[in-house]
């Protein structure tokens, strides 16, 4: 557990500096691409879960953004519009609504991936293997607290979710 002090303080600081500093390496890159297949952060996130978790139902979309019902409805809306999700009728209940990616948007998600794995290669080509495992771990170890204390969703969403 963190105590208090100047140390601590001055630690802290330089992570959240360094942290800054480092999403600046990759944010314009993602922006760009967002940007120039007009898509929010929310619609990306829909994209991304349902490459995780193909047929993800209509309900959880909402749960996992963290939104409305209705605003999750709008998301889906805009990207079944622009070809990118299709709904479907669950086989075994017809209640419920599973939304799947289309051909073209699984191209957008591997046309997203393609550009930003691009850059990730080329900033961490010279690292050893050493340091590309410490930099793994504290991900790992940043991500999993973040889950623990409820302020990042699981990822993959855990099945019971779905």
């Known amino acids: 557990m963190l105590t208090s002090g100047a140390k601590l303080d001055e630690l802290v600081e ?9 999403a600046g390496v990759f944010d314009p890159n993602r922006l760009e691409v967002w940007e120039e297949l007009g898509l929010t952060m929310s619609q990306l996130r829909v994209l991304h879960m349902l490459q995780a978790e193909p047929g993800t139902p209509a309900g959880n979309i909402a749960a996992l953004l963290k939104v409305r019902p209705s605003t999750a409805t709008g998301i889906v809306d805009r990207l079944v519009r622009d070809g990118l999700v299709r709904r479907e009728r669950d086989e075994l209940d017809r209640r419920r609504v599973r939304i799947w990616l289309t051909e073209q948007g699984l191209r957008v998600i591997n046309e997203i991936r393609t550009r930003n794995r691009a850059l990730i290669w080329k900033v961490f080509s010279n690292f050893t293997e050493q340091e590309l495992r410490d930099i793994d771990r504290t991900f790992t170890l940043l991500t ?13 969403p855990k099945p019971e979710v779905m």
């Not at 623990?148 to 969703?153: F, H």
């Open 14 to 22: 330089s992570i959240l500096n360094n942290y800054g500093r480092a």
């Open 144 to 156: 999993s607290e973040a889950e623990r204390q409820g302020v990042l969703a699981p990822w993959p």
